[in-house]
């Protein structure tokens, strides 16, 4: 009898919760009837399934294709265990990226904060992350087109270039005195120069110093926790990588107080300017915000670079005539000058080729908002407390305000601003817009010039960028590539 009772109390007790999670979960829908149409999908899971489903980067995906069919291009959903807004439409992502703070509030899901951390400049809101935002854009600032940083994309650039002559030829190919075919896992050298450069710029460290080994190690494995499934279990990629946080945060403690022992010796890098008496961050504040540069510095211009690779590999039109420009530059220049600001103002056809590359990559597809009270706007409603997803990339491939969007056509962007705009957001909006998006272009460029002039390539197999929402090659884009001009 008293078994009986007790699996009667179970079973009741399970048919609570049941009944419970399906309450809360379709419960918005009851409260909310002039929200966008949508659907909300199963209960607990909701369809962040459906939306994390991986597609190619210049697609909108299954999901996305679907909902914006059915339900137009705001339609409400269920993702990340939230009621959700979702955004395909320019104006109103411009709206929502506009009034940061006020309606709406950066939002990104908790695991998140535990592998940044509380102050990070993508997760701290208000006026931490105004003082945060300011400081960085003041360090871009003076360093965009500084000579020494400039010089420092160069050599790193030219390093990492010429180490493919010493590379293995590829099978069948002849060696002659550094010519012959070779074959380079693209991305891991896009990566090595990206790493290399930024943490020169915010450290002063260069590439073969061991403490800069030491850190890659750990920032690689920070970056696999970062898009891995949140589970804190010792030895999951998200645990590693809280844990790999930590040893970085120890490197640079030991670093700031390295400077701070040797006096006033000045390196000229980022670290410098947080060490300065002008600013009032305290260290762990200091600490995410190497953290955040590293981040921003590595993943953003390595697959900004990879993108370019890959898509000029596919249109030898378009290669032919950044090569001329680049030609073009160089000519005008002795055999060992380095290249200069106004040698990158010359750099047009390559901008319109990055601004292609952005708009057909879609190196960042959304990012996570919540509003702050019910907004109007249009004939939408937005209740309070629900998450918002402006999604980039569906106003970047909409046909109706970019002609053949899914063809990648730099001469779309002749004539035109090279900066955002409603229709064209690869680096955000608004008052979270990234800070170092200039800086990326310029390391870019740069690299593509060394590439263009030294190299032919082509596609080693079929590898295309997918959207995990992170954007990955399969392969690591894998390229072939043959010297233009054998060592001498």
């Not at 961050?281 to 200091?286: N, R």
């Amino acid at each position: 009898m008293m078994a009986g009772e007790l699996a009667l109390a179970a079973l009741a007790i399970l048919l609570a919760s049941l009944l419970g999670l399906v309450l809360s979960h379709f419960l918005p829908l009851l409260l909310n009837p002039k929200a966008p149409r949508g659907s909300f999908g199963w209960p607990l899971l909701g369809e962040t399934l459906r939306f994390l489903t991986p597609h190619a980067s210049n697609t909108l995906g299954g999901f996305l294709e679907d909902h914006c069919s059915r339900y137009g291009r705001v339609f409400k959903s269920h993702l990340f265990c939230t009621p959700t807004v979702v955004s395909c439409d320019p104006d109103l992502n411009h709206f929502i990226l506009q009034n940061e703070e006020r309606l709406f509030q950066c939002s990104y899901p908790r695991p998140i904060h535990g592998i940044l951390g509380k102050s990070s400049m993508l997760v701290v809101l208000g006026e931490d992350h105004k003082r945060l935002r300011n400081l960085a854009l003041a360090l871009v600032t003076s360093t965009r087109l500084k000579p020494s940083y400039l010089s420092d994309i160069e050599k790193i650039a030219l390093h990492v270039v010429g180490s493919w002559r010493h590379h293995q030829p590829a099978a069948g190919a002849k060696e002659d005195g550094g010519g012959g075919v070779r074959v380079v896992a693209f991305c891991e050298e896009a990566r090595k120069f990206a790493f290399s450069v930024i943490v020169k710029q915010v450290l002063g460290l260069s590439p073969e110093e061991p403490v800069t080994a030491r850190i890659l190690e750990d920032f690689l494995a920070f970056m696999k926790g970062l898009i891995s499934f949140p589970l804190y279990i010792p030895g999951t990629p998200y645990a590693k990588a809280v844990q790999a946080r930590e040893r970085i945060s120890s490197t640079v403690k030991g670093i700031i107080e390295e400077r701070r022992s040797a006096g006033p010796c000045k390196k000229g890098d980022f670290l410098d300017v947080l060490l300065s008496s002008s600013n009032e961050l305290s260290d762990e504040e200091k600490v995410s915000f190497v953290l955040d540069s590293l981040l921003g510095g590595y993943e953003t211009t390595s697959l900004l670079i990879s993108m370019v690779v890959y898509f000029l590999g596919q249109s030898a039109e378009d290669l032919d005539l950044v090569k001329m420009e680049h030609d073009s530059i160089r000519s005008n220049k002795g055999k060992e000058e380095c290249l200069t600001s106004e040698d990158y103002k010359k750099m047009e056809y390559t901008q319109h080729v990055i601004n292609e590359a952005l708009r057909c990559g879609n190196i960042v597809k959304f990012v996570h908002r919540k509003a702050l009270k019910d907004v109007r706007y249009k004939e939408y409603l937005i209740p309070s407390g629900w998450k918002v997803l402006p999604v980039f990339s569906a106003v970047h491939l909409n046909p109706l305000l970019h002609g053949s969007a899914q063809h990648f056509q730099p001469r779309r962007w002749e004539g035109s601003s090279q900066g955002t705009s409603k229709c064209f957001t690869p680096f955000g909006g608004g008052p979270r817009l990234c800070p170092g998006s200039e800086l990326a272009k310029v390391e870019a460029a740069f690299f593509i010039h060394h590439l263009v002039l030294n190299y032919r390539w082509r596609i080693d197999g079929d590898d295309i960028p997918m959207a995990y929402p992170y954007v990955e090659f399969q392969r690591g884009l894998p390229i072939e590539i043959e010297p233009i001009c054998p060592e001498s």
